[in-house]
């Protein structure tokens, strides 16, 4: 708890995740077309085929700057309303996660076809969700 006054703290954690789902799209771009049989013919699978999901994960790590920039740029540290609202928004995006892995599970269980695109479109799905409440924090609660 002590951790969460710093906004270093929050800017690190949002580094974190997006280095890692970062790391996943533009790792996994270069092998994807190993996968053609774990495609479909979506608009989505087409996307993932021709290897652009390097951008995406470039795109992520752009936002992320632009995001952390804004968190580090306050020098105060938070007090304890605004660490109240922190915990509440990790919170939402713990629990965000728990639900969509079930669900990645779900798919690959009852249709393997759309496994790869659709473990794409969650785990992109949980950034933007995580990346819109840590902006709505930062602008709700931004004090130089």
Same mark, same amino acid.
């Given at each position: 708890?002590?951790?969460?006054?710093? =906004? %270093?703290?929050?800017?690190?954690?949002?580094?974190?995740?997006?280095?890692?789902?970062?790391?996943?799209?533009?790792?996994?771009?270069?092998?994807?077309?190993?996968?053609?049989? &774990?495609?479909?013919?979506?608009?989505?699978? +087409?996307?993932?085929?021709? !290897?652009?999901?390097?951008?995406?994960?470039?795109? %992520?790590?752009?936002?992320?700057?632009?995001?952390?920039? &804004?968190? +580090?740029?306050?020098?105060? !540290?938070?007090?304890?309303?605004?660490?109240?609202?922190?915990?509440?928004?990790?919170?939402?995006?713990? &629990?965000?996660?728990?639900?969509?892995? =079930?669900?990645?599970?779900?798919?690959?269980?009852?249709? =393997?076809?759309?496994?790869?695109?659709?473990?794409?479109?969650?785990?992109?799905? !949980?950034?933007?969700?995580? %990346?819109?409440?840590?902006?709505?924090?930062?602008?709700?609660?931004?004090?130089?």
């Amino acid at each position: 708890m002590r951790g969460l006054k710093k =906004p %270093m703290a929050n800017a690190i954690y949002v580094a974190l995740i997006t280095a890692i789902y970062a790391a996943i799209f533009i790792a996994s771009s270069e092998f994807v077309t190993g996968y053609d049989n &774990l495609l479909s013919n979506s608009w989505w699978a +087409a996307f993932i085929k021709l !290897q652009n999901m390097k951008f995406v994960g470039i795109g %992520m790590i752009g936002v992320t700057i632009i995001i952390d920039t &804004l968190s +580090a740029l306050r020098r105060k !540290q938070y007090d304890k309303y605004q660490i109240v609202l922190l915990d509440k928004v990790f919170l939402f995006n713990g &629990l965000f996660t728990v639900i969509l892995f =079930p669900l990645s599970l779900i798919v690959l269980i009852f249709a =393997p076809v759309y496994f790869v695109e659709t473990i794409f479109a969650l785990i992109f799905f !949980q950034w933007v969700v995580m %990346m819109i409440t840590e902006l709505w924090y930062l602008i709700t609660n931004y004090k130089i």
